[in-house]
């Protein structure tokens, strides 16, 4: 009996060892271990045995069906790495292929720069403040300090649909607008994007329809280096946190004192290059102090009340930071043209 | 303003001021130097030649040899080819060794065998703007006057040693018009002296009150009018200086008189007029407004209809100018001019504005009256000028002046406090500092109780309110000394209104479903802005009164024209696969002539053509058709908040395809519609097969809802079933779901179809619809009978309504 099971175990390791898939090792295990297997059939002949040989040989059993089980364990897992092998091996894809395209448009560049303004000055705690593309004389003229036969509106030539009525020039208006729908309010801080209107030949850098983003800030003690600390907060924001700005003394009917605001050169950070013809500056805003005369017509005293207003044009900026060369390129729409601002 | 340095330095000192410093230091103090023009091209070593002898060449009839003298031992022998070269005559001669702009230097040379030692040259050679120059003096060399000193350097005496400021003048700065408010404006920068020119005068022989009358029937348009008697003019050319300085200014000289007053006017920023006296009757002057259909000769001898509301300068029978304008031929100074009337006048800037726009004639004269000239001038630039008629044309000039004011004009003095400064500008200036920057304007300032009290001269019209000097204040304090602050007053939320917020969210929807937004021009071209159905059936095209061009004559009525323009244009650029969309405003109204401002309607407007899915290792290419548009319609719609859209087929929307067209309804509202171009219009625009969109953004926006509601995760199981019925084809599956929905009742929780199937089987004009149906009870389990019951009524409500058979 002895001899049967030295040579089950040495015959059953052999098998295990050989067994080339779960199945077979599966078959084997009920051979030899199962309820009516090898093993068990030599325990039923235990019966037989004198009582002092059971103990030992039941030991041996136990050994044997120990060894059994180990290995049958052993070689489980190693068939069933193989099997994952395998079957990742079959699997196998080339991923260098394409993926398959998933549609991607963009917005507008000029959305791009509007909403990136924007969000500047929401930060600083303005709102945005709309209003019509055209316009009555009145709110694009005669409320900014500009009245009919005033020498200062040759600046802008205009489109005008009738006597009293043109396409707006700027989007100055809305400031009038806001102004006169808060009665006397303060703080006003609005900024104010939109298109605007002036009789240019469309050229590569003039366009008959631009768009504008101006900005007003009315509030007791407002002072010239409110304006200056404002923006320079905001061209910090848009341009790169080294920037400078330089304020240029300048005119315009509806802020006094007025001034054209130049920013570091992004190009060769204010050591003159061919973008900023050599003066390491770009002009980029004009701005000043709200004109007392526009701050009576709209209902605030000049006395208790002063403010700043600042404006750029949204072509010119996003010119200047892609380096686009034609301003027609925003309103043709070439499709190469798009795609390239899609960050 | 073309300002000349060597011509501004005297009347301010200049000394170690270059011109580029000059100019940045103007541009930083507020008056722009928008050029800086070097009057030198590059010429070296020129002087003023003799031409003492002219010979024929003796090999070419073209060439001259001339002898000349250039103030050296030997007289130079130069061959010319100039036609007008004469002996006798000064030139101007660039030795051997001299450089010509271009780079051009001047050798010893033969020419035919004669050998020439430089060259006597022409105005062009030397680098001169010949324009200004008379015909004879642009085609040939240039002939100096009698009294040029030969050997002299040329370029000091060509005024080639100067350079020219180009100003940018804002409109406020019609003081820097002239050269003595420059030389102010200077003189306060650089804390220097201003040196006004002599005024002196030799009034001679009998007065004018018997010669010269002058009334002023306008007195709202003229403010003031002084005339001069000047006798004895010799008209002839002006001195070469004074033609420089007229030059340097981009005037042409004329003759002494014209020059004169182009001068005075230049130099005192005040217009002047010389009338032959002989010719204006009576010598009587009548400043009045022109009289209906009267006309008048100009200068330039064209005949101009007048207007009852230009204002004239008339003898007592007929117009002899318009005032400020430009001069009548009638009047004009010729050769046989021996007396002048000599106008200086103010008039109101507005009328001359009006009529120099309306006649189209816009000179150096009127774009100063035009921004009001300084009152002060009227006299002084009379007398300058009466000075140089005497000097300079030979005149005399008779005891008096003959002038009528209408307004008196008197300095303004303005309060300037010292606490209004600094509030307004963030400066802690002292009053001393403030009181220092109006002594350099030379604005009398006395000190008072708040600040200062500024007498501000009439040469500065644009200084009325204290603001105006706070202005002066910080400009020539500088910008750059003005602290950086931020406002002291309290935090505001900033922040997007739901609606502004709301445009973003569509935008990025769209681009996030592969649509590119572009930006087309408002402006349309009437023969395509009427192509597609408007929201308003009241819409009438809005024309602009002086359009550009055909195609940019009216503002927009629709959104759609632009984008199939964008898809032409893409097309003939080999991008024939597009998607894009478009938000913006159209502009509607109902009146046939604007008096009131237009809608401007927010719309929404979308095109997709080509392939929508491009051919790639994985499928074929696919392209665009109805519904990969509408799926991009329904992910909007879901994401900015649109519930209860229904499609209903429109046949009858203008521009569309008849059957392959959707109108859209958000709560029963029309918003817009979706489908294919009409094939007319693609044959119009040239482009592909297209499908399009166009919402109302302002009718969809108050119907949206823009949050989000939640239900608890569903505690039972949903019962799913699948439905299978044959209808007649044109039945619309829309209509279907919808009674489904109506006839499963409330444990429907969702429908959707995911079959469309036709062919034999189904039968000539039928089609197979598979619906699938998920139900669920959210108080209980449901149970089959429960579930079969529905569909059972589902499929009674089909067959009652369409003929619906189930298919097995
Ligand atoms: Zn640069």
Sequence with gaps: MRDKLVQLKTEALEQFQQASSLNSLNELRVQYLGKKGELTEILKGMGKLPAEERPLIGQLVNEVRDALEQLLEERKVSLEQAAINDRLSKERIDVTLPGKKVAKGNTHPLTQIVEQIEDIFIGLGFTVAEGPEMETDYYNFEALNLPKDHPARDMQDSFYISEEILMRTHTSPNQVRTMESRKGEVPVKIICPGRVYRRDDDDATHSHMFHQIEGLYIDKNIRMSDLKGVLLAFAREMFGEDVQIRLRPSFFPFTEPSAEVDVTCAVCKGSGCRVCKETGWLEILGSGMVHPKVLEMSGYDPEKYTGFAFGMGVERIAMLKYGIEDIRHFYTNDLKFLKQFNR | MKVSYNWLKQYVDLQGVSPEELAEKLTRSGVEVEGIENRNKGVSQIFIGYVAEKAKHPDADKLNVCQVDVGQAERLQIVCGAKNVDAGQKVVVSVVGAQLPGGLKIKKAKLRGVESQGMICSAKELGMNDKLLPKDQQEGILVLPEEAEVGQDAISYLGLDDAVLELGLTPNRSDCLSMIGVAYEVAAILDREVKLPDLSLEEEGASIEDKVHVQIEAPEHCSKYAARLITGIKLGPSPFWMQSCLMAAGVRPINNIVDITNYVMLEQGQPLHAFDYDRVENGKIIVRLAHPNETIQTLDDIERKLDPDMLLITDVSKPVGIAGVMGGANSEVNVDTVSILLESAQFSGVSIRKTAKKLGLRSEASSRFEKEVNPDAVMDALNRAA??????????????????????????????????????????????????????????????????????????????????????????????????????????????????????????????????????????????????????????????????????????????????????????????????????????????????????????????????????????????????????????????????????????????????????????????????????????????????????????????????????????????????????????????????????????????????????????????????????????????????????????????????????
């Excluded at chain 2, 300079?392 to 003095?413: H, I, R, S, Y």
């Excluded at chain 2, 199939?564 to 080999?574: F, G, H, I, K, W």
């Excluded at chain 2, 119009?684 to 399009?692: G, L, R, S, W």
């Excluded at chain 2, 949206?704 to 505690?715: E, G, H």
Aim: net charge negative; hydrophobic share 35%; aromatic share 8%.
């Design chain 2, 387 to 808: 000075q140089l008629m005497i000097t300079l044309g030979g005149g005399k000039v008779a005891k008096g002046v003959a002038v009528e004011t209408t307004k008196e004009w008197k300095e303004p003095t303005i309060s300037l406090r010292l606490e209004r400064v600094n509030g307004y500008l963030g400066t802690s200036l002292e009053v001393g500092q403030v009181q220092e920057i109006m002594r350099r304007l030379r604005f009398a300032a006395a000190e008072s109780e708040q600040g200062l009290q500024v007498t501000v001269p009439l040469r500065r019209q644009d200084i009325t309110r204290e603001v105006d000097l706070i202005e002066e204040v910080a400009r020539l304090h500088g910008y750059d000394q003005i602290p950086i602050s931020l406002p002291e007053g309290g935090t505001t939320r900033g922040g997007l209104t739901d609606y502004q917020q709301w445009q973003r969210t569509i935008r990025n929807t769209l681009t996030s479903a592969g649509l590119f937004e572009v930006f087309t021009y408002a402006f349309s071209d009437e023969k395509v802005m009427y192509d597609f159905a408007p929201f308003e059936a009241e819409h009438k095209g809005i024309p602009l009164t002086m359009p550009m061009s055909e195609e940019r004559s009216h503002l927009r009525v629709h959104l759609l024209p632009h984008l199939l323009e964008t898809a032409s244009y893409n097309q003939n650029r080999q991008n024939n696969d597009l998607s894009i969309f478009e938000m913006g405003r159209v502009f509607l109204t109902e009146e046939a002539e604007l008096t009131k401002l237009p809608k401007e309607k927010l719309c929404l407007g979308g095109l997709l053509t080509g392939t929508w899915l491009p051919q790639q290792w994985t499928n074929k290419p696919q392209s665009v058709d109805f519904y990969d548009m509408k799926g991009i319609l329904e992910m909007l719609f879901a994401t900015i908040g649109a519930e209860q859209v229904v499609y209903r087929s429109a046949e009858n929307l203008k521009g569309m395809h008849p059957g392959r067209t959707t109108e859209i309804l958000v709560q029963n509202i029309p918003v817009g519609y979706a489908g294919q171009i009409h094939p007319e219009l693609q044959n119009k625009y040239d482009i592909q097969e297209a499908y399009v969109f166009y919402i109302d953004l302002e009718k969809l926006f108050p119907l949206v809802k823009r949050t989000n509601d939640y239900t608890p995760l569903p505690k039972y199981p949903a019962s799913s079933r699948d439905l299978s019925i044959v209808v007649d084809q044109a039945i619309s599956a829309g209509d279907i779901e919808q009674t489904i929905v109506e006839a499963a009742g409330a444990i429907l929780e969702d429908v959707h179809l995911f079959d469309v199937f036709t062919g034999e089987k189904i039968g000539a004009g039928k089609k197979s619809l598979a619906f699938s149906l998920l139900y669920r009870n959210p108080e209980a389990t449901l149970t089959d009978q429960e579930v079969n019951e529905a569909q059972e009524r589902v499929l009674q409500e089909l067959t009652a309504k369409y003929q619906a058979e189930l298919r097995m």
